[in-house]
Structures are given as C-alpha cells and as structure tokens.
C-alpha cells in the first residue's frame, strides 16, 4: 500500500497557515476544524509544519500563553516529508524514528497532502481486516476431501 491510497480515502481537503500569521489564529484555526497540524504556506510552497506539540512547547515555555508569538518563530521549518509513491512499510518506521504525527505528502515541491499517524495506522489495520476477512471466506470455502497443499490427508 502507498501512501496515494491514504490520500485518495482521506480526501483533498488541506488546511494551510501563513508563517506570519498569529500563533494564537493557528490555534482557533486548529481547534474548530479539530486537527492537529497545520501546512506552513509561502508564497505557494511549504515553507513549514506547525502541530499541537509546538503549540504546547510554546504554551509551556510561556506559562500558557502564547501572547504575540507567530506561526514562523515556533514552526518545525525542515519537516520530514514522504511522496505519494512511498510505500506504507518504509514510512511506519520514519513515523516512529523521529516521533513525526504528521508528515507532509511532497510531490516535487507540489505539496499533495497531510498524513497522520492515525491515518497510517487506520490503514494497515483496514488491510489486515480486509486480508483476515479473505482468509476466513477462503478456509470456508475450501472443497471438502481436498487437503490443503503439503499437508497429508488422515486415513
């Protein structure tokens, strides 16, 4: 499976921020679409990813607030990043390599899409399901008096 599969299912929707934008307006953004990262755009390319966990650092650093930070001072601005074309099995382990929850779909410098951890683990899960459900239809519909290859019959 690619990582193109996870972005047909997921759709195109993307949500995008400016790096001059407030920290506080990303956050807004982030809480009423109920997402935790956000695409840093500039002037049509990605110029960065902002998510939940540079938010709390930055909250933390300043006692809870964010006061008049803006997206570009707080941004993880070289986010590691996958193709459409990368397979699910080589992005796990970057996923968990460098404990990345989102991780921008680049297409050249065309960004393609957003993929989470969620959506990784919702598809391997979805597959091995959709694998087992095959299995099980196979098994029960196996002939009866036919065994199974290298396996000897009982008399």
Request: net charge negative; glycine share 8%; hydrophobic share 40%.
């Amino acid at each position: 499976m690619k990582v193109s599969d996870i972005l047909r299912v997921k759709g195109g929707t993307l949500y995008t921020v400016s790096p001059d934008e407030s920290l506080a307006r990303a956050i807004e953004t982030m809480a009423h679409f109920d997402i935790g990262s956000l695409a840093v755009m500039e002037r049509g390319a990605l110029a960065g990813m902002l998510t939940f966990r540079e938010v709390i650092h930055t909250a933390a650093k300043n006692g809870g607030s964010v006061g008049a930070t803006t997206v570009r001072q707080v941004m993880d601005a070289g986010p590691h990043f996958c193709t459409p074309d990368t397979e699910l099995d080589e992005v796990r382990p970057m996923m968990l390599e460098r404990h990345t929850r989102y991780m921008p779909v680049m297409d050249g410098k065309m960004l393609m899409g957003v993929i989470s951890f969620y959506d990784v683990a919702k598809a391997v899960v979805d597959s091995q399901n959709f694998e087992n459900k095959m299995l099980k239809a196979y098994i029960r519909d196996w002939p009866e008096g036919e065994p199974a290859e290298g396996v000897a019959k009982l008399s």
